[in-house]
């Protein structure tokens, strides 16, 4: 299993970004993809969580109302769409993935814990 997140950048507060996850080598159809962000010495957390069969998801509170989460189960590609960008979302946001039944269904808590495959980061810098 592969992850490829994509799609950071430098942007001013207020502005928009949408990252991109491209997984491949997932042959299952059970499986949750989780966007995660660690900031400089914080804790990785769970931004938002989506189980790419039923498309339910999950949002921490501090990203509520401004990030979505969707997916192209074709391209098997997750993008989070991130709006009205503060300086507090600066972080590397990381893609990962959870496969399985048991797994995608514990993995909607979305704790970093429950993923086991992880794509590099990608850095976003909300700076004026």
């Known amino acids: 299993v592969q992850l490829q997140a994509s799609g950071g950048g430098l942007v001013q507060p207020g502005d928009s970004l949408r990252l991109s996850c491209a997984a491949s080598?997932?042959?299952?159809?059970?499986?949750?993809i989780g966007w995660f962000r660690q900031a400089p010495g914080k804790e990785r957390e769970g931004v938002s969580c989506i189980d790419v069969r039923d498309a339910s998801t999950y949002f921490a509170d501090s990203v509520k109302g401004r990030f979505t989460i969707s997916r192209d189960n074709a391209k098997k590609t997750v993008y989070l769409q991130m709006n009205r960008l503060k300086p507090e979302d600066t972080a590397v946001y990381y893609c990962?993935?959870?496969?399985?039944?048991?797994?995608?269904?514990?993995?909607?808590?979305?704790?970093?814990?429950?993923?086991?495959?992880w794509g590099q980061g990608t850095e976003v810098t909300v700076s004026s």
């Open positions: 080598g997932i042959t299952l159809h059970y499986y949750a």
């Open positions: 990962a993935a959870a496969l399985g039944v048991m797994a995608t269904q514990q993995a909607m808590g979305c704790h970093p814990n429950d993923y086991d495959y």
